[in-house]
């Protein structure tokens, strides 16, 4: 898939980006490729798909040639010898992908070589195409353009590439103004779709709705996203070569989304202050520094940073004051006047890469909303890998939930790895959600990190309405206990007890928590108040485990430590189910330090006793035990101890003898394989609530919402 972006700008990398998250839902390994770079080995756009796609090919194998390369070539001559070499480069990569998102040439961003009599970029990349067998995706700019100006440059697009005789997938119109707004037009042969209108930049005075015109091919438009263009306080304070007087990185990762110049006075100033605005003021205004630093406290504003010009530092007490506001802002020192400093940073534009996860998840977010991926994959007609790799498992989670889109409730609010997951969690779409936490330091933590949390519920369960409702009901069903109501009231104000009620009670379809508390706490009130499904005698616990080219399931690892043989039957049939349910073919090896009659003794019976009863109940599922882990995931091995057996060598569900033995065993693959462990996920609960542990990251948060989400989905149809 040769993605060419026409005209300067146009975003490329967010279109790129999204094809290869579509192409690796279907495939094992997605590749990479750009025919010209400025400089082999840093180009931002490689670096950012070679590390989200995992690519396992050197970056510098992964461009045809440097502009300065292709320059001396086309002067010499040999315009038809940078082709070859090109297409040769791309075969390479080729012959080791399934799949391949080609990310076009940039002329204008390779100035210095004054694009030394290269061939039109249009024709160049078609021309690329066509060698290179690739369908091509053209991006046409739509920023600051009127509705009449985009429909005709993606009539454009399509046809000038036609007529070069490149195969073209689809069009998309990239940065559509939100004053027109963007609408989905698929082939002319299928009935017009449009999608809600988007948010962005100011209008240009043409608010006429965008109608994309009918195409063979379908065509998008993908609305201008602030975050995704806006460059950081990073790479505004690198172009103007600034000096950092505050800030820490985070400071420096917050998104430039305005200019403010503070030269007035300070009323007049804070008329003036937006959310994401870089203020850029002489280094003797203290007066402005200061209030400005106060009104982002005070969350009048949340700014990006301070910019002070004329190489003028404040006064040592000024700096100590700005300091005790704990603003969590960078100050950055420049030596320009504001004028040429502002006429600098407006022409900074940020760039997707790997070092800002935000940027990517907004930028994905806006490409799927508004690109029927379906469509483009019936297009591409891709075979699907009949491997399930980690990157599709992940990838699957999402859309899953997407589709699903329940309400998850999130008791950790004062985490701020949950409000990053949060924020991931909203532009991609994957689920409603409900922070539980006090809404003015929930919003003031978020401004502090430069978070954007719109959309998202905030709900305080010491003030919440709901509080009185739910101590009752707690209270009617602890009753046997002699919980009273006083009592019941005090502990629904505990976090994970409220967000369980919220459950119970339909306020929300799933719960996640753990990542501050522990598992006990996450899930003893799912166990008083949620209570096991009908026909599960206990709740368990599963890991999916992320290898290099496969995913596994664990159970039990986490809940129960010494299950009998009718508890561990019970844990082998939920977790074929878990396994089911999320795309993985249920084999289930029942695991013991014997395989078949090679061994005795109490422990080897309550496995062999479990494997009958599971055969029993479900006789449609392939299982086998005991069996010893070789046996179970080793071809060689299993032909040797157990030949003729359906499941032997070709395990994928691991449903381990005890606590012991499952906990150490995930934890062994994961840190000696370099294993992803998503988990635990709860199962056989009447409704989804899962724990995270308390190292989790922010990706590890995201896969759990979706699985819980998916869960939420599975539980309604059931």
Not at 57 to 70: C, F, K, M, N
Not at 80 to 96: F, G, K
Not at 458 to 475: E, H, L
């Amino acid at each position: 898939m040769y993605v060419a972006g026409l005209g300067h700008g146009a975003g490329k990398s967010t279109v790129a980006l999204g094809m290869a998250e579509l192409l690796s839902r279907q495939v094992g390994q997605v590749g990479v490729f750009r025919p010209l770079v400025t400089t082999p080995g840093r180009d931002e756009t490689l670096a950012l798909l070679v590390e989200r796609y995992r690519v396992d090919i050197p970056v510098e194998e992964l461009a045809g040639s440097t502009y300065a390369e292709a320059v001396a070539l086309v002067a010499d001559g040999r315009r038809e010898e940078l082709i070859s070499r090109i297409v040769q480069r791309y075969r390479a990569v080729e012959r080791r992908c399934p799949a391949v998102v080609v990310v076009g040439s940039d002329f204008d961003d390779a100035p210095e070589t004054g694009h030394g009599g290269l061939p039109r970029e249009l024709a160049f990349n078609a021309r690329l195409a066509i060698e290179f067998g690739s369908v091509v995706v053209p991006v046409v700019d739509g920023r600051g353009q009127d509705a009449d100006a985009i429909g005709d440059a993606v009539r454009s697009a399509y046809h000038d590439l036609s007529d070069l005789g490149a195969t073209v997938l689809a069009v998309i119109a990239n940065r559509v103004p939100a004053a027109n707004p963007p609408a989905t037009n698929p082939p002319a042969t299928n009935p017009p779709a449009s999608g809600p209108a988007a948010s962005g930049p100011a209008a240009p005075p043409d608010r006429t709705p965008l109608a994309l015109p009918d195409l063979p091919v379908p065509a998008y438009a993908i609305p201008e996203v602030p975050i995704v263009s806006a460059p950081t306080v990073a790479e505004v304070a690198a172009a103007l070569h600034a000096t950092r007087l505050t800030g820490d990185d985070a400071a420096l990762r917050r998104d430039v989304l305005d200019f403010v110049v503070g030269a007035a006075h300070v009323p007049m100033l804070l008329d003036h202050l937006v959310d994401g605005a870089l203020m850029i003021t002489p280094g003797d205004r203290a007066d402005l520094l200061l209030a400005a630093a106060a009104a982002h406290v005070a969350g009048q504003a949340s700014l990006a940073g301070l910019v002070l010009t004329l190489g003028e530092r404040p006064d040592e007490r000024v700096m100590r004051l700005l300091e005790r506001l704990n603003t969590g802002l960078a100050v950055l020192l420049v030596r320009t006047d504001s004028f040429d400093t502002v006429a600098a940073s407006s022409r900074i534009e940020g760039r997707l890469g790997a070092d800002n996860p935000r940027k990517v998840e907004a930028a994905l977010g806006a490409f799927e909303e508004r690109v029927d991926t379906e469509e483009v994959s019936r297009r591409l007609r891709v075979t699907r890998s009949v491997r399930v790799t980690p990157l599709m498992f992940e990838n699957d989670l999402i859309d899953r939930a997407r589709a699903a889109r329940r309400r998850i409730v999130l008791p950790e609010a004062d985490d701020e790895r949950i409000l990053r997951a949060a924020e991931i969690l909203h532009r991609r779409g994957v689920a409603d959600l409900t922070l539980l936490g006090d809404p003015t330091e929930v919003a003031r933590r978020a401004r502090e990190l430069g978070i954007d949390l719109g959309g998202t519920d905030v709900v305080d369960p010491a003030t919440s309405q709901w509080r009185d409702g739910f101590a009752a009901d707690y209270a009617d069903l602890r009753r046997h206990r002699g919980v009273g109501l006083d009592l019941a009231r005090d502990v629904v104000g505990d976090p994970n007890y409220f967000a369980t009620m919220m459950v119970r009670s339909g306020r929300a379809d799933g719960m996640v928590s753990g990542a501050t508390r522990s598992t006990a706490a996450t899930i003893r009130p799912a166990f008083e108040i949620i209570k096991t499904r009908p026909g599960v005698s206990v709740a368990s616990s599963v890991f999916f485990m992320l290898l290099a080219d496969r995913v596994l399931v664990y159970g039990d690892c986490a809940i129960i430590p010494d299950p009998d043989a009718a508890q561990l039957a019970d844990i082998a049939i939920s977790s074929a189910g878990t396994a089911a349910r999320f795309g993985v073919q249920p084999r289930v090896a029942m695991l013991s330090y014997s395989t078949g009659s090679s061994g005795s003794g109490a422990d080897v019976d309550k496995v062999v006793a479990a494997t009958k009863l599971v055969r029993e109940r479900r006789p449609d599922l392939l299982v086998e035990g005991p069996i010893q882990y070789d046996a179970a995931i080793d071809p060689q091995v299993a032909a040797a101890k157990l030949p003729g057996s359906t499941v032997a060598g070709r395990a994928t569900v691991f449903v381990f003898p005890d606590l012991n033995t499952g906990n150490n065993t995930y934890k062994a693959v994961q840190r000696s394989a370099g294993a992803v462990a998503v988990g635990p996920v709860i199962q056989g609960l009447r409704r989804p609530v899962n724990d995270l542990s308390r190292g989790a990251t922010v990706p590890d948060i995201v896969n759990t919402v979706a699985i819980t989400a998916i869960q939420a989905a599975g539980e309604e149809d059931r």
